[in-house]
């Protein structure tokens, strides 16, 4: 008998608590996060507002990290194939996706724009977006298209871009300020 490896055990077992319902409402849940969709209009709309701009800069910055990380860089280096290209016997409820498995990118960008969000002092906006984000990274297990592992993976770059993408954004601004001071 072939050795089936842990994270597919586990995706085996999630496939277990599959609804129609809750199908219908884990592809809604993956959908906000395709190429991070709502977290880029998150950051826009926080742009456009005065008081939430610096907010906004920070949540795009993280989100520009995370795509350097994760896609330009990870992504193509790991080069994991998809859980749902070794266990074939899986029906995708969502467009089979094209890129790498590692890390999950709908997660990373996820859990970078809460990073951001908390970096920023958004106290009101980055608990919701925090249940978002764990939502949207189990959803990616639930639906079959990424591994444990590459969820976790995308948590913690995630986390890291946010981290990096919010001091990078704040030093910027720090030498804006500082060069203005000079002129």
């Not at 969502?94 to 951001?116: E, I, K, L, Q, W």
């Not at 919010?166 to 300020?177: A, F, G, I, Q």
Request: hydrophobic fraction near 50%; charge should be positive.
């Amino acid at each position: 008998m072939k050795k089936i490896g842990i994270e597919i055990q586990i995706l085996d077992w999630l496939q277990k608590l599959h609804t129609p319902v809750l199908d219908q409402i884990m592809c809604s849940i993956t959908h906000l996060g395709d190429a991070g969709a709502f977290w880029i209009l998150l950051a826009a709309v926080l742009l456009l507002v005065p008081r939430t701009r610096k907010s906004g800069l920070i949540v795009a910055g993280a989100l520009l990290m995370d795509v350097l990380f994760c896609n330009v860089l990870l992504k193509p280096i790991v080069a994991r194939t998809r859980p749902f290209d070794v266990n074939t016997a899986i029906q995708l409820l969502v467009n089979r996706p094209v890129d790498y498995s590692f890390p999950s990118g709908h997660t990373a960008a996820s859990f970078a724009s809460v990073a951001g969000l908390f970096m920023a002092g958004e106290k009101r906006l980055w608990k919701p977006a925090l249940v978002l984000a764990v939502l949207i990274a189990f959803s990616r297990l639930y639906l079959y298209v990424h591994y444990p592992t590459d969820v976790l993976g995308g948590l913690l770059l995630g986390l890291l871009s946010g981290y990096i993408g919010s001091r990078l954004v704040l030093w910027l601004m720090d030498r804006k300020k500082g060069s203005q001071r000079a002129a």
